[in-house]
Nanobody, 126 residues
Framework: QVQLVESGGGLVQAGGSLRLSCAASGGKLSYYVLAWFRQPPGKEREFVAASSAARNIGYSADSVKGRFTISRDNAKNALYLQMDALRPEDTAVYFC???????????????????WGQGTQVTVSS
């Protein structure tokens, strides 16, 4: 059973940066596909970015491409999301998620992830 804990959220002005972290325990992250999702106020949870297990290739939603960068440190069992050029519409609760690498599905498929953190709030003021 993998446990995930996010940190690094907060309040930032538009155009600023934040770096989210996700610490994992109970499993070796190199065996998992890892992802970030977010849930804006009053909306459904949406895909932000994912990192493949084998080749550590990053995939991002169009809305954050060029601004957000996903990375992982398997030695530290950690996942990160570097968020630059933040916009008010990036305001959301951000969640990290994990699923076994052997599970084949689209990276953006919310239902395919088995493990979730509790979320961290990111608020971007205009």
């Amino acid at each position: 059973q993998v446990q995930l804990v996010e940190s690094g959220g907060g309040l930032v002005q538009a155009g600023g940066s934040l770096r989210l972290s996700c610490a994992a325990s109970g499993g070796k992250l190199s065996y998992y596909v890892l992802a970030w999702f977010r849930q804006p106020p009053g909306k459904e949870r949406e895909f932000v970015a994912a990192s493949s297990a084998a080749r550590n290739i990053g995939y991002s939603a169009d809305s954050v491409k060029g601004r957000f960068t996903i990375s992982r440190d398997n030695a530290k069992n950690a996942l990160y999301l570097q968020m630059d050029a933040l916009r008010p519409e990036d305001t959301a609760v951000y969640f990290c998620a994990a699923r076994p690498a052997a599970k084949s599905d689209y990276y953006y498929s919310r239902g395919s992830y088995d493990y979730w953190g509790q979320g961290t709030q990111v608020t971007v003021s205009s």
